[in-house]
């Protein structure tokens, strides 16, 4: 992970950062289609390792076919597995989405909880899932931590660190509770549109902040698609 040059930004500006960024990505939000916390649950656990797109193009079979916590946990592996095969580790996904629902009807009454404990108990849901369902579906404040969210914060030095929960304490500790997930949704779409692996600079919002874009320049390189005359180093993911 690509690491922030000096100590992290104030709480002030790291605050004044996330605000800016959001004026420039104004509708930020999870791209995953989901109509309640169980679909998104199920759909967020299907992303790993695949796209968003690629999810949405599965789950409205899926939710059709099994709406909700009690018809996933009666499925078998060998109806659902055609229906998410083409999101990837599709066996290993199955399995997960019937454990994950068999503990739903078994310990919630078949409704998805509203606790980050209760959550990352059920199998296959770790701490982003967790995160990400209760910021978008269930009104508890929750900053989900995923890849690009590691990259962007740490160019730019929001916080330091390889590790998400690190990442994620870091970045609670300086924003309001109220902004935690939009910050995520914020970051992530950053991430993927404009803070990529080989970052388009010159499209920044907040470049004249950012620890990373002024190491580029203290150094003389190249970072931009309207400046990349020269072969550029792309940072690490
Ligand atoms: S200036 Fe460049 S490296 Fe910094 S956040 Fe913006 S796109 Fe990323």
Redesign the pocket.
Known sequence: MEQGAGALRSVATRRRIIRTLSHQHPNADTELRYRNAFELLAATMLSAQSTDVGVNQVTPMLFEQYPDARALAAATTERLEPLILSTGFYRQKAKALIAMAQMLVADHDGQVPASMDALTALPGVGRKTANVVLGHALGVPGLPVDRHVLR?TN??GLASGDDPVEVETQLCAALSKSTWTLASDVLIL?GRR???PK???D?????TD????RR?IATGQT??KTRDTRRVRT?RR
Request: proline fraction near 9%; charge should be neutral; charged fraction near 25%.
């Open positions: 962007v160019r730019i950053h404009v803070c990529r970052p388009l600079c499209e920044c919002s907040i470049r950012c620890d990373h874009d580029v970072t931009t940072p």
